[in-house]
């Protein structure tokens, strides 16, 4: 069942108010309403919702200020804030990003687009709340036995990585390809069964970080802006501060913090050099980058199989490992490859 918490919805317009409101409750969540931002900020700090619906063009106190203090405020800065505005310009919604909104949702909005983000917005905060009591319990149990560990762990792995599914259904899969993909590149390189089980779980979840990544940026049809890419770029170490405190029997976070590192140093978030990376995220890096070329996206079609090959061939030896780059090639063009799901 659903995650129902308590939400605040503020907007200077009764009528944009009531209606909103009266959508949520509706649907069985807890609503207070404000209709300004100082009776918002009073309202949020004596009882904190578990999210807030924010409009941004009000009288005295804008929206951009209350989230600002919102997010300046120890009893609410963990608060998700989702902007609900008639603004529509770029600028405008990466302002409100960087004020600490999760979302923007823009006026006339879809009855049945505002909800699902509303839902999923109260399901990942209340998950990211619950994060450290749920892996501390699960350590205490996992330690009965070995195979009880890796049963548990890749529960956990599978439901971080559902996650970002159900944030970017626009790459729903992705993850799950590339596991399969590096899983058999890992095998042709005969790897061993641990160094092949640890890349499997370690794509399985290598773009958890995009949990903290907004929606909107997530899904953006068109080009992103400078900012914009900046905060996705941010994904590899937010993965990693995620997972850095799950007591995995492998280097889970540090393969998540590390699969855009190229051999030439030009990746990030740490510009590390070839022999700094090591062999687990190199494969994972060309299957990465192989799946998400022959996959859709919103702001492009697939380019196909051969662009997605001819793509690691020419870096070969500059962004991505020789031997990975020829198991990879061999396995389509050999072994006839093909991803299953």
């Not at 409101?21 to 009073?42: C, N």
């Not at 578990?50 to 200020?65: C, K, Q, S, T």
């Not at 490992?321 to 198991?327: C, I, Q, S, T």
Request: charged letters at 25%.
């Amino acid at each position: 069942m659903p995650y129902k918490g308590k939400i605040l919805v503020v907007d200077d317009t009764p009528a944009s108010l009531r209606l909103l409101t009266d959508l949520l409750k509706a649907e069985g969540f807890e609503v207070r309403s404000a209709i300004s931002g100082e009776l918002a900020l009073g309202a949020a700090t004596q009882n904190p919702p578990n999210l807030v619906l924010l409009d941004i063009r009000m009288p005295e106190m804008d929206g951009y200020e209350v989230c600002r203090r919102l997010k300046a405020n120890p009893l609410t800065r963990d608060v998700p804030v989702i902007f609900v505005s008639a603004a529509s310009e770029t600028d405008e919604k990466v302002r409100g990003f960087e004020m600490g909104a999760v979302d923007f949702v823009t006026k006339p909005y879809q009855r049945n687009e505002l909800l699902a983000r509303v839902r999923t917005h109260l399901e990942l905060n209340h998950l990211r709340n619950n994060l450290d009591d749920l892996v501390e319990a699960r350590t205490a149990e996992l330690k009965e036995s070995e195979k009880r560990l890796r049963k548990n762990l890749i529960d956990s792995i599978t439901a971080l990585a559902a996650i970002v599914e159900m944030r970017d259904p626009y790459t729903a899969g992705h993850q799950r390809r590339v596991a399969q993909l590096a899983i058999a590149i890992a095998s042709l390189l005969q790897l061993s069964e641990e160094q092949i089980e640890c890349i499997g779980l370690a794509s399985v979840v290598h773009d958890v970080g995009k949990i903290r990544v907004p929606a909107e940026i997530l899904t953006k049809p068109g080009k992103l802006t400078g900012n914009e890419f900046a905060i996705i770029k941010e994904h590899s170490q937010n993965g990693y501060d995620i997972l850095k405190n799950i007591d995995f029997p492998w280097p889970i976070a540090q393969i998540v913090l590390q699969h855009h590192e190229r051999l030439d140093g030009s990746g990030y978030p740490n510009a590390l050099l070839n022999n700094q990376i090591p062999i687990e995220t190199k494969i994972i890096t060309v299957a990465d980058v192989v799946e998400s070329m022959v996959s859709h996206r919103p702001y492009r079609a697939g380019l196909g199989l051969d662009a997605a090959l001819e793509e690691i061939s020419r870096n070969k030896g500059k962004l991505y490992d020789p031997l990975v780059v020829e198991a990879c090639i061999r396995l389509f063009l050999e072994q006839n490859f093909n991803f299953s799901f």
